[in-house]
């Protein structure tokens, strides 16, 4: 059995229109709508090959489903990122690739962010009325669904500062729900609500961490926002002065553990929960309490080291045979005792890609 994936991985180049997908199987008549996804495409630039999966430069994708039949478009989202990369430059930092820039240059793009290219290509969301395109930083690029037109940088209209965030915020009941790292001496973790219709972050409470840890998702549950704190951190400070790529500055460090760090969704109170186990993950599948809130029930994609990080270097993926080298990973429920602080991990559900024969 072979995974070949590798199409997936290619350099797109192309914007195109299909005004009709050949379709396996049939599409009911009542399906009818729009997908709009979101990934990285472009890889080689003039002169520079991005090195990691999640450095590609961002394209949508849309997919219209009418009358059984799909259509299709494509569209780079238009971002300084973008620009710098026709103009045959390799401007901005991204995830693993980082151009050689000044100390000072390198300041300015960690602490303000005012110099990311903007790449958002990991997911899609809304904020306000309009759909955004977004990624770690927390800069969600706006476009038009129809044209896949992109319409720029949407401002939040708050004073919420912060260097990191999450592609994959939570929504419930009409509100949004992420955090946003601020990083320094010490580095402040700001979980914040978004309300339906408005760019005005609330910030719901923070708290601070002398190393930062690399999270890309989060657990939501009726009372508390879950940050699930791997033992990847990173050293701030030292991202500044050794100008290595974003994620070369995170260092695997087993010994610390797992930390687990609930903020009351409505107080903004912190509690904490702790396992001397190292787990590492991307994304969270769901999260609930039990009937007192003295209990949650977190169920997330864990593996048992960061090596997984690795695994996307384009260099390595791409001569990789099948799926068998894909990290040991599995679904597991790890259950918090919230007064205690304690962690009860469960084995549940090994997770294996699905190829077909
Ligand atoms: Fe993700």
Same mark, same amino acid.
């Given at each position: 059995?072979t995974?070949d994936y ?6 797109q /180049?192309?914007?195109i ?7 396996e +199987?049939?599409?009911p008549d009542?399906?009818?709508? !729009?997908l709009?996804r979101?990934?990285?495409?472009r $890889?080689?630039?003039?002169g %520079?090959?991005?090195?990691?999966? =999640? ?5 949508l &994708?849309k =997919?219209?489903?009418?009358n ?10 238009? /971002? ?10 390799? %401007?901005?930092?991204e995830?693993? /690739? ?5 100390l $000072?240059k390198?300041?300015?793009?960690? =602490? !303000?962010g ?9 997911s899609i969301? %809304?904020?306000a %009325?309009? $759909? ?12 038009e669904v129809?044209t896949?037109?992109?319409? +720029?940088?949407?401002?939040?209209s708050d004073g919420?500062? +912060?260097?990191?965030?999450t592609?994959?915020? &939570? ?11 601020s990083?320094?001496?010490?580095s402040?973790?700001n979980?914040y609500r978004?309300s339906d ?8 409470g923070?708290y ?6 690399y ?7 009726q009372?508390?926002?879950?940050l ?7 050293n701030?400070i030292s991202?500044?002065v050794?100008?290595?790529? =974003?994620?070369?500055?995170? !260092? ?5 553990? /797992?930390?687990f760090?609930l903020?009351?969704r409505?107080?903004?109170e ?7 186990e190292?787990?590492f993950?991307?994304? &969270? ?7 007192d &809130? ?7 994609i864990v593996?048992?080291d960061?090596d997984?990080v690795?695994?996307?270097y384009?260099?390595?993926?791409l ?6 080298a894909y990290?040991?990973?599995e679904?597991?429920?790890f259950?918090?005792n919230?007064?205690?602080g304690?962690?009860?991990p469960e +084995?549940?559900?090994t997770i294996?890609?699905n190829?077909?024969?």
């Amino acid at each position: 059995m072979t995974c070949d994936y590798k199409k997936g991985f290619a350099d797109q /180049t192309k914007e195109i229109t299909v005004s009709s997908l050949e379709v396996e +199987g049939v599409i009911p008549d009542w399906l009818s709508g !729009t997908l709009v996804r979101n990934g990285p495409a472009r $890889f080689r630039l003039e002169g %520079k090959t991005l090195n990691h999966w =999640f450095d590609g430069l961002a394209m949508l &994708h849309k =997919f219209d489903i009418a009358n059984g039949h799909v259509s299709y478009a494509n569209r780079f989202l238009d /971002t300084p990122a973008l620009r710098a990369a026709k103009d045959g430059k390799m %401007k901005y930092g991204e995830f693993a /690739t980082d151009p050689c820039r000044s100390l $000072f240059k390198r300041i300015t793009q960690v =602490f !303000t962010g005012s110099t990311s290219g903007a790449n958002a290509n990991v997911s899609i969301g %809304k904020i306000a %009325k309009e $759909f955004v395109a977004q990624t770690e930083t927390p800069l969600p690029v706006a476009f038009e669904v129809d044209t896949l037109k992109t319409m +720029g940088i949407v401002s939040y209209s708050d004073g919420l500062k +912060g260097n990191l965030t999450t592609a994959h915020p &939570h929504q419930d009941q009409g509100d949004q729900f992420n955090y946003l790292l601020s990083f320094g001496r010490k580095s402040t973790y700001n979980v914040y609500r978004l309300s339906d219709g408005s760019k005005k972050r609330q910030l719901i409470g923070s708290y601070s961490t002398d190393r930062p840890s690399y999270m890309h998702s989060f657990g939501l549950s009726q009372q508390y926002l879950i940050l699930m704190e791997f033992p990847l951190v990173v050293n701030p400070i030292s991202m500044l002065v050794r100008g290595k790529p =974003f994620i070369a500055n995170y !260092t695997w460090k087993p010994e610390r553990g /797992t930390r687990f760090s609930l903020v009351d969704r409505q107080t903004g109170e912190g509690r904490y929960a702790h396992t001397d186990e190292a787990w590492f993950g991307f994304h &969270h599948v769901n999260a609930f309490d039990n009937n007192d &809130h003295s209990k949650i029930d977190l169920d997330i994609i864990v593996y048992p080291d960061a090596d997984v990080v690795e695994y996307f270097y384009l260099n390595s993926l791409l001569n990789k045979r099948n799926q068998e080298a894909y990290p040991k990973n599995e679904l597991r429920r790890f259950t918090i005792n919230v007064s205690a602080g304690t962690v009860v991990p469960e +084995g549940w559900l090994t997770i294996q890609p699905n190829c077909r024969a």
